[in-house]
């Protein structure tokens, strides 16, 4: 037990103190002790989102950090083992980038054919291991605890693995399929680029200017009904029109494409006849007098046209130029006719279901490939122009148009994208959907709306998952696939491919993993590997195994963390911001899903994202943030956790970066705290108050003993604090628990302390009382200390060690929850509620009055809902300064009446206490201790309040004088 307090300075610098117990951790461990300390109700688990190696933290990694430290803390006092390891994400095109930029690399094609892909992969591992070493300052400084030292990384061998094992599984399952695909496609990156990827960032989407163009298809034979035929001059053309917004894609038509359903006419205009759907006619420039045909687009199916170009030759089987139907053809923009190529969705699956030819005209950087008459060679957007052109001259446009509209850029390297066919990897979603939607329904999502409303929308519209990308720096495809017959070969782990190709194998990336072949299993050919490298999102998805080497370590078994998957699977909480619904939430529910058929996580906090002062993103060219650093060494990291853990960011809401909310977290909770604190501790050692073992039955929640009100109240309303909190934060709601606590602490401050100013210091002379405060206020101080941890670990800390000598608030237990007690005190609450209230009334009835505090009142009535007790009574009359307090009758809110007169004013009283007040004032300029006597000089006072006078501000001589003087011993 602890003799004595550690004196407490007034004064107090919260990112001072915050850096000695930063160093105190560090020192005697006490994280690693909090790992290490008893856990009898098992596992709690939580998947870390790892940061991507570049770039420093901004607050949006700050707001995760913290909330990624305050439920382990929680969880861990509650009695549960919470690991948690550091992380860093590596692979993919960022990184590539970097190199890029680095090695003066223009063009994809120079990392093979110029600085060659050893030497390219060498400096992308040289990037990522340069890691900043800042991350750890910030982690530090916002208080969280992680370890640093036995990070994972994804570019790891290890983890590398265990990506190629959930590869395995996958494929196993018939959950991964080649094919042909569009997909958005990056001709800069030269790779495709996932849907996610863009859509994760609004800024991915931009504005940009087009063509919108109806061309002019000339219909090999143009009439339809025998009845009509002879209306119409047979020697007059007819053109099919078509509208499109890809000229450079108007190289290749192959196909049209009409809706079989909707209706179809063919007007007459000049010396020419067009078809079009019957609702776009308003976009030409004839009336209804012109149609001389109407028609269902099913007549037009199967009919011949004249393509603009036909430079390519037609495949084999292949069938060109001819109209097709499909139901994806609407009339809502353009004409309803859609030309088909092979760089479009639709088209694409178009063109596959009713085997038309397939020619692609693009290479792999965008340029018109060098056999395409014309335009070969020509950047596509370049080709736009041109295209149009060459039509305009041969008459084959109907009508040019300039549309502005929104497409996606690549989110790395800001190169607008468009859709190209390419044969990829694909993980079947479609096959998985229904079990997501089922298991889904078992995953607590904070805040809820987020499970039915984006969660579940966006996986309805998921396409499948295309998990490979055509560059270097990632986890391997790992499928070796014989190009003579088609056999592959997948391996689960590393063991089984060395078994197989004979050779060792060290290093899962590229160029070292392409030199490893094998003999094809049924045609013996030797077998090299697919050349595609996996999107890292893949290495995302597989993080919960990933960073335990899963299932490879667990053969040999670590016991301290679990040997059987459900020791950490599905994990109990993730957190990260909204953007991941669509991305990282995503693809670890597909792998889970496909894996287990089970939801991926069970409890999920989504953020909203923390944008700069003018409500834009944070930008260093905006200047619209305050550098988080310097705020976390102006205030504090408990300050920046109060503010972000109780604002609707962690709701799911989107919120401006506020210097002044910030800031005010210190002037408010936490000073008022600090000052509560400090009120404590400096008059517990004037009145040498020490912790004996009375102390052992309050510390484990009996304590009762008190028959003082306000000591029974604030016991009641730490007991109500206690249920509330831990209601709240094991439901993941931060923003309730910090209301409670700032309610809870506004009381403590406010009324209990406010009100026990008198029982305490050398002026009091209960001493039961005295003793009944101290052991009263120790305990709501320790226990408070407890609840307050894991929101802001560094005060709790500082404050719980000094009042107990304990090691660390952070490896004690979270307090007991005692019914009983609550059940017995709810009446107390209210009455006490009652007397704040009334308080607040006679309070607001002086200022009124303008009748000051410090003189007493004679007498006062009130009405009420209720008549106060006789022990309430009695500290709401010290409190509001009143001699006698009358309740004449029943209302619904408290009302005060009563004379404003000297008569029902105690005058001289009100003198002395105004003396009282000078006197401490001076005091406290004179920086005396509370229990440090003074002489002091005054000129009159009123003479039967001498005694209190002197007893009040501890006054060894009391001497007439002109002038005032209070004066050290
Ligand atoms: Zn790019
Ligand atoms: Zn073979």
Known sequence: MKAMFKAVSPNVDFPKLEEAIITYWKKNKIFEKSLAKDSPRGNWTFLDGPPFVTGLPHYGHLLTSIAKDLFPRFWTMKGYHVRRVWGWDGHGLPVENKVENKLNIKRKKDIEDVVGVKKFIEECKAYVTQISGEWEWYVDHVARWVDFKNAYRTWDLPYMESVMWVFKQLYDKDLIYKGLKVSLYCPHCATPISNFEVAMDADNYKDVTDFATTYKYELKSPSFAKASAGKQNSKLKTYILAWSTTPWNKIVVPA?????????????????????????????????????????????????????????????????????????????????????????????????????????????????????????????????????????????????????????????????????????????????????????????????????????????????????????????VPVWECRRCGECFVPESIKELEERSGQKVTDLH???????????????????????????????????????????????????????????????????YTGQIRAWFYVLDVISNALYNTEAFKNVLVNGVILGTDGRKMSKNFKNYPDPKEMLEKYGGDALRLYLMSSPVVQGEDISISEEQYRNQVRGMLLILWNTYNFFVSNAIVDKFTVHSLFASQRSGQFTESKNVLDQWILSLLEKLTQDVTESLEKYDTVGAIAKLEEFITSLSTWYIRRSRDRVGPSAENKKDKQAFYETAYYVFTTFCKLLAPITPFVSEEIYRNLTGEESVHLANWPKQNKEQRTK?????????????????????????????????????????????????????????????????????????????????DVEAGKARDIIRKIQEERKKLGTSLDEKVDVVIDAWPKEFTEEIKKKTLIRTLAKGETFKVSRI
């Open 256 to 476: 049209l494409a009409v809706n079989p359903k909707l209706i179809y006419v063919k007007v007459k205009e000049g010396n020419e006849y067009y078809i079009l759907a019957k609702s776009t006619l308003k976009i030409l420039r004839f009336a209804q007098d012109d149609i001389v045909e109407e028609f269902k687009g099913s007549k037009l199916v199967g009919m011949k046209y004249v393509p603009h170009y036909d430079y390519y030759k037609i495949e084999k089987d292949k069938k060109a130029f001819v109209i097709i139907g499909g139901d994806f053809v609407t009339a809502e923009e353009g004409t309803g006719v859609v030309t088909i190529a092979a760089y479009g969705e639709e088209d694409l699956k178009a063109s596959l279901e009713n085997n038309i030819h397939i020619e692609m005209h693009v290479d792999e950087e965008g340029h018109i490939k060098k056999d395409v008459p014309i335009f070969g060679g020509m950047y596509y957007l370049k080709a736009n122009k041109a295209v149009n052109e060459d039509l305009q001259k041969r008459g084959l446009i109907y009508k040019d148009e300039i549309l502005p509209h929104t497409m996606p850029h690549c989110w790395r390297c800001a190169t607008r994208l468009y859709y190209a066919p390419i044969t990829a990897w694909y993980v079947n979603v479609q096959k998985l959907k229904e079990q997501m939607k089922k298991t889904n329904e078992h995953i607590h999502w904070i805040p809820n709306h987020f499970q039915h409303g984006r969660f579940l929308k966006s996986l309805e519209h998921a396409p499948d998952w295309n998990i490979s990308r055509n560059r270097y720096w990632g986890s391997p």
């Open 510 to 576: 590229k160029p070292e993993i392409d030199e490893v072949t094998i003999e094809c299993a049924k045609c013996k050919k030797t077998v090299h590997r697919v050349p595609e490298v996996l999107d890292s999102w893949i290495e995302a998805g597989s993080a919960s195994f990933g960073e335990r080497h899963y299932p490879f370590d667990f053969a040999q078994g670590k016991p301290s963390e679990g040997q059987k998957l459900e020791d950490f699977y599905p994990p109990d909480f993730i957190v990260e």
């Open 825 to 905: 005190n709810k009446e107390l609450l209210y009455e006490m509620n009652n007397g704040m209230q009334l308080a607040s009334k006679i309070h607001a009835f002086r200022k009124e009055a303008n009748i000051k505090v410090r003189i007493p009142l004679r007498k006062l009535s009130y009405k009420g809902p209720e008549e106060l007790t006789k022990d309430v009574e009695k500290i709401v009359l010290d409190e509001v300064n009143v001699y006698e307090l009358t309740y004449v009758g029943k209302s619904e809110d408290y009302e005060v009446s009563g004379d404003v007169t000297e008569k029902n004013q």
